[in-house]
């Protein structure tokens, strides 16, 4: 609010008490960190801000996926340019754009061509594969889901083995019953919706039909909606022995789900946070360390508690949640 503006920052913590809150190392003024690229963006297009979405340490490496917002639109709706995974370099201090991970969101938004599919990838969340469900001589995965610009969107499932995150021609995609390389045939796992709404909603969903034209119509008429899946976040947690997933549905209601699989079936929707109790409340982060024991009470590990993070429209500012998970654990005897 002071006017001095910056698209994105980095903050940093060491603090594991989870008893007062998070506290942050004080790095004096916070640098943007994943600075805009104007040559990716469509020669006459147009750039508003670029956030980050998701993040993942993987095969010693620091990735984040951000978005490039060409403009905001109604209430819950934006567009995007495209989004592209950065890459962070130790030796320079600096994170920097991987080229080669531009997805843009339909014709003539990025100097990169469009794909068909690429318009269900602007918005990630991303979970490394535990090492106890890695098969010997099996690869590692980091498997990334996506969802399209805004807030209305289904979910969609991506995996790559862990040296591989920059390449996204080593990228899997789930089709509903197996693995494939076409991305334009992944399906939704979470937040299928069977028809899109609004004038164009029937013309839209042939667009996105990979069997019509291989789908590529819909980088004219943008990705399905009605999935309402927005902002999530993932994490395999060690507590519950399940992957768990954080996200915004349809009536900006802070959802969570668990799965044994990122394939699903996920379980049933459990309402954690409302809008009634928390007005406009939206992008629930989880804390990686949640559930592993490395966070404490002050005292004890804390290990049946889920922290995150959700943002407040209101006063433009960000809480620490804590739900109990303990009734989700299933025991056997």
């Known amino acids: 609010m002071t006017g001095a503006w910056r698209p994105n920052v980095l903050l940093l913590s060491d ?5 007062a809150g998070l506290s942050l190392i004080n790095p004096g003024p916070a640098d943007q960190f994943t600075p805009a690229a ?9 750039e508003v801000t670029n956030i980050p979405t998701a993040a993942v340490y993987a095969n010693k490496t620091n990735y984040v996926n951000y978005m490039s917002v060409k403009s905001w639109d109604t209430p819950g709706r934006w567009t995007t340019n495209y989004s592209a995974i950065s890459q962070y370099n130790p030796t320079t201090d600096k994170w920097v754009l991987q080229k080669q991970t531009v997805r843009p969101a339909g014709y003539f938004r990025s100097s990169t061509a469009y794909e068909a599919g690429d318009q269900n990838f602007q918005q990630m969340a991303y979970v490394l594969q535990p090492e106890s469900k ?6 590692r995965y ?7 610009a805004g807030r209305t969107g289904s979910a969609y499932l991506s995996r790559v083995a862990e040296g591989s995150v920059t390449d996204l021609k080593q990228y899997e995609y789930w089709d509903g019953d197996t693995w494939v390389r076409d991305q334009a045939k992944a399906a939704p796992v979470i937040g299928d919706s069977t028809k899109s709404t609004g004038p164009l909603g029937a013309l839209v ?9 291989g789908g590529r119509m819909a980088g004219f008429l943008g990705a399905k909606n009605g999935g309402n899946v927005s902002e999530m976040s993932i994490q395999y947690n060690e507590y519950l022995d399940k992957y768990v997933v954080l ?9 969570l789900r668990t799965a044994d699989t990122p394939e699903g079936p996920w379980s049933d929707p459990v309402t954690i946070a409302t ?3 928390y007005p406009g409340l939206y992008a629930p982060m989880i804390h990686p360390l949640s559930g592993t024991g490395m966070l404490t009470d002050g005292t004890d590990p804390d290990v049946s508690n889920l922290y995150w993070n959700m943002s407040l429209w209101g006063n433009y500012n960000v809480v620490l949640m804590q739900t109990d998970l303990s009734p989700l654990k299933v025991t056997t005897t």
């Open 205 to 213: 969903d042939l667009a996105n039909d990979p069997n019509f034209l």
């Open 38 to 46: 104007p040559g990716q963006v469509f020669s006459i297009g147009s």
């Open 142 to 148: 980091v498997y990334a889901f996506g969802t399209p």
């Open 275 to 277: 809008s009634v109790q």
């Open 15 to 19: 603090d594991l008490q989870r008893n």
């Open 134 to 139: 890695v098969a010997q001589g099996d690869a």
């Open 247 to 255: 996200y915004g549905n349809g009536s900006n209601n802070v959802i």
